[in-house]
């Protein structure tokens, strides 16, 4: 019901529900945080998106990858560093827990690097990767950047494959 809501720009109907539940003394699961996180992200909220994913995490709840993905993501892409800090911590939390981060969050970790000037982090970020036994989808990455021009995407793809 969270998803559906935010899928379709009710962010703020999909927050009240969540805090109604909250309110009854149902905790929400993790499906339901990952929707609210979404729609924070959706929203571009990404500050909020992590006020509600730590709050989850106090409440017992824990991640899974499409949590991890959506919370980097949403701070990856903020263009704000301090938030781009986060998301690099909960990028190497997801990776230290086993968990291989799909093609997209890759990129777009990488992009917030490339952004923001830093991309010899992002380059130790790969290498860090491929210590782990969790390189880049080539394939994957290449399908994701196959429209997409200029520098920045240009330099995604070198410090994805060429670390």
Known sequence: MFDGLSK???????????????DKGQMPDVVA???VIEAYAAAGKAKEAL?????MLASGVLPNAYTYSVLIKALAGS?????????????????????RPNPATCVVVMEGF???GKEEEGREMVVKMKALGMAPDEKGV??????????????????????
Do not use: C, P, W
């Open 114 to 116: 490339v952004k923001v």
């Open 79 to 99: 263009g704000d560093q301090k938030l781009l800090g986060e998301a690099k911590k909960y990028f190497v939390e997801m990776m230290g827990k086993g968990i």
């Open 51 to 55: 006020k509600v994913y730590t709050r």
């Open 8 to 22: 379709d720009g009710l962010t703020h109907e999909a927050l009240e529900l969540f805090s109604q539940i909250k």
């Open 142 to 163: 290449r399908e994701i950047l196959k429209n997409k021009r200029g520098q920045v995407f240009r330099s995604v793809i070198n410090i994805l494959f060429e670390s």
């Open 33 to 35: 945080h990952t929707a």
